[in-house]
């Protein structure tokens, strides 16, 4: 924080003291502590780093989230939320994956790794890598194969091909695979494959 800045504050107390309850021998109380510090913003994120650090995987999760919600003012924190996309638990994979989407196009350097999470044995966090990509916008280029080949999957296909839209021209390779998404019998995917696919055409200006 700079010098002589004023220390933040939340329901009256100081960040200095939201960031000593994150130490708390309490559980609940750590987890509630990281909620706060994501309300307090950017000059949070340094303490919110470390609580991804800790062996207690609910507060890994309260803290990924945190930062998602400070946006990408948190850009710093990208690499420790990258790493979190391989930890064991599926909760935790599935909250760092959603924060590295709010960060967006700052995260840019997660999607190798957000990738590879579209292939996640668990459903809910392929389905957020997808949105995380899509969140990145055109920075995500390099995922649109895996995205492509996700439109066969029930579970992820309507977010992917959102994603491929966000994309935008970059997921040109996607458009005979989302064409073919036009003949569905769901008529929520055909009219967000219609989307995604004027987005992609699209010409710059």
Do not use: C
């Not at 999607?111 to 996640?120: C, H, I, S």
């Not at 995205?147 to 994603?163: G, I, M, P, S, Y």
């Amino acid at each position: 924080m700079p010098f002589n800045q004023p220390e933040p504050k939340y329901e009256g107390k100081p960040l200095s003291h939201w960031v000593a309850e994150t130490k708390d021998k309490d559980a609940v109380v750590r987890v509630a502590a990281a909620t706060v510090l994501g309300k307090i913003g950017p000059a949070a994120t340094p303490a919110l780093m470390e609580l991804l650090k800790g062996k207690d995987k609910r507060a890994r999760v309260a803290a990924a989230s945190a930062l998602g919600q400070i946006g990408a003012e948190a850009k710093t924190a990208v690499p420790a939320l990258t790493e979190l996309l391989k930890d064991k638990d599926e909760r935790v994979r599935d909250a760092a994956a959603r924060a590295l989407g709010q960060v967006g196009p700052e995260a840019k350097t997660a999607v190798p790794a957000l990738t590879k999470l579209l292939n996640d044995r668990v459903g809910m966090v392929r389905w957020t890598a997808a949105r995380a990509l899509g969140q990145i916008g055109a920075e995500a280029k390099t995922a649109v194969p895996a995205l492509t080949e996700l439109l066969k999957d029930e579970w992820v296909r309507q977010t992917a091909t959102r994603a491929l839209g966000k994309i935008g021209p970059e997921a040109k390779t996607a458009i005979p695979a989302l064409t073919e998404l036009l003949k569905d019998t769901d008529e929520d995917l055909r009219m967000t494959a219609t989307e995604a696919l004027h987005k992609i055409k699209k010409k710059k200006k």
